[in-house]
């Protein structure tokens, strides 16, 4: 079974700093996709960042420059460190798992989902 656990959510002033984590188990990195993607209130369910197994990155347009997407294979783990935050980054953070030799954009192509972690950022 595969679990996916977010953690490091919170609230913090517009240009402020987050990391998020993404803990897994029963999921192999090498050759798999992980993904990071954002829901605001009203909103669909959109991709922030990609990575897969070889350390190549996706990053949607509106967080270019601004978040970097990392992952520890020892430790099972995905990263999304957040920086120059602003209002609009304000959602619910998912982590997603996506068993292929390629990374999709569409949450449809993810199979594991963690809970989400809130981020609020106020300007």
């Known amino acids: 079974e595969v679990r996916v656990v977010e953690s490091g959510g919170g609230s913090v002033q517009a240009g402020g700093s987050l990391r998020l984590s993404c803990a897994t188990s029963?999921?192999?990195?090498?050759?798999?996709?992980m993904g990071w993607f954002r829901q605001a209130p009203g909103k669909e369910r959109a991709v922030v960042a990609t990575?897969?197994?070889?350390?190549?990155?996706y990053y949607a347009d509106s967080v270019k420059g601004r978040f970097t997407i990392s992952q520890d294979n020892a430790e099972n783990s995905v990263y999304l460190q957040m920086n120059s935050l602003k209002p609009e980054d304000s959602a619910m953070y998912y982590c997603?798992?996506?068993?292929?030799?390629?990374?999709?954009?569409?949450?449809?192509?993810?199979?594991?989902w963690g809970q989400g972690t809130q981020v609020t950022v106020s300007s």
């Open positions: 997603a798992a996506r068993p292929s030799s390629s990374c999709g954009g569409s949450r449809d192509e993810y199979n594991y």
């Open positions: 029963g999921y192999t990195y090498g050759s798999n996709c």
């Open positions: 990575i897969y197994g070889d350390g190549t990155t």
